[in-house]
């Protein structure tokens, strides 16, 4: 019971009491500094982000990293200093390095996973100096706690454990390490607010049935986990079932909205049975420089995502153009 009502508390203080939607920076501030970085998470920080995101993947030596890829070579220097060290499938992988090692690398723009000497985003940061580092979780969240206390700010985080059963396949368990490392934080009064989310729902079952954290959970979902969720067979049960362990969604900007044959834009089923269902709706990801087919600029896309869908918040790598916006549109409602 005491775990509910903390859990009812702090999803107020997440929703912001529900007033608009929360911005939450995807990567840090990856349209202005190479993602996951900290210099990105202050600028983030800086540009007036609700939450920021760190994905999290394991090093050899089992360390909690601010990675999105469980590879390492399209955001790091991986490859020129550790050539001997690619597995078979061409990959050099968080997994089979340890944090030293790790922290002997450079962290750059995203390089195009099809070509890598390309960058993925052409007009983002550029650097060829060695500025960045790959940070742990615990850097992450003492920059996050630090700043909040420095600003007496309420700045949250919003974790993505990445790839549960890839690191259960080599032999550990991440959601354990992850969940001892929330309870750390949280008895040391450290944990600013939290949403933890996952793209597998057994990950994020064992979290709300094992470790009963007073932290709400989000449910993300795209094309790969669409039928393991039951989504294919019924929309409406297996979005109950989500709901008996999450608060709300994670889709992809497609999932949220889509152009039907008549050029209208419309709420997908998806996103319309979550909010019958109550459950939040965080979509992702809002970027400038690559838009979905239905929105015509970037200004286009928030306002459909908050006249059209009524999110609850958004993931986006543009914090300042999308907080600007958003309160544009939301206090023209
Ligand atoms: O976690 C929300 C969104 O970030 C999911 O996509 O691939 O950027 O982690 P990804
Ligand atoms: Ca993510």
Known sequence: MTNFILLLISLLFCQNLHSKPV??????????????????VSLAYGLGADFIEADLVLTKDGQLVVLHDIFLEYTS???????????????????????NEIKEMHVYERKNSQNINEQKYKQRFSNIGKIFKVPTFDEFIMLVDGLNKTLKKNVGIYPEIKRPKFHEFEGYDI??????????????????????????????????????????????????????????KNMVKALQEIKSYSVGIGP????????????????????????????????????????????????????????????????????DLTKSLIEAYTSSK
């Open 77 to 99: 220097n991986v490859a020129s200093l550790f050539p001997a060290r690619k597995r078979s499938d061409g990959h050099w992988y968080a997994i089979d390095f340890t944090l």
């Open 175 to 232: 959601t354990d390490l992850f969940m001892k490392k929330i309870f750390e934080y949280q008895n040391k009064k450290m944990l600013p607010q939290t949403f933890i989310q996952c793209f597998e729902p057994e990950t994020l079952k064992k979290i709300y049935y094992e470790y009963r954290p007073s932290i709400p959970l989000i449910q993300l979902i795209d094309e790969n986990n669409w039928q393991t969720l039951g989504l294919d």
């Open 23 to 40: 911005i939450i920076a995807h990567r840090g501030a990856s349209s202005y500094l190479p993602e996951h970085t900290l210099p990105g």
């Open 252 to 319: 992809s900007l497609n999932n949220t909205l889509f152009k039907d044959h008549d050029q209208m834009i419309k709420k997908t089923l998806l996103a319309q049975f979550a909010q019958s269902e109550k459950l939040l709706l965080h979509p992702w990801t809002a970027r400038k420089d690559d838009l979905p087919t239905w929105a015509v600029s970037f200004d286009d896309l928030i306002e459909k995502l908050v006249k059209n869908s009524q999110i609850d918040g958004i993931f986006t790598d543009f914090t």
